[in-house]
């Protein structure tokens, strides 16, 4: 397994705080990525938003590569809507997208 760093930075003292961060090249044609961060506002941690990142990237040819991305969004304590509804607390997305270096 490749190298790997993790990052913690605290952004403000007063307001929040973030964690995240890490990659290694698993094999020569496959990196892989992970990245977490959480804010965590220092006056009212119960408001907390947290976003995870990590994904593949695997080199298929020469100048081709295929990257996989997962990503998740969570937002520890909605707000109130105007209409009286609370969004979804969660939200995922996953990336696939084909590179072509020339």
Known sequence: MGDGQLNVTVLD?????EIG????????????????????PL???????FHLTTGLSVDLAKDLDLDVTFQWDRV???????DGT????N???LSVGVGWSF
Do not use: H, K, M
């Not at 961060?21 to 965590?40: K, P, R």
């Not at 006056?43 to 938003?49: E, K, L, Y």
């Open 13 to 17: 003292a007063q307001t929040r705080a």
């Open 21 to 40: 961060g890490a990659s290694c090249i698993v094999e020569n044609d496959l990196e892989w990525t992970f990245d977490y961060s959480l804010q965590l």
């Open 43 to 49: 006056a009212d941690p119960s408001a907390r938003v």
């Open 76 to 82: 520890a304590n909605p707000q109130q809507r105007s």
């Open 86 to 89: 609370f969004p979804v607390p």
């Open 91 to 93: 939200d995922f997305r």
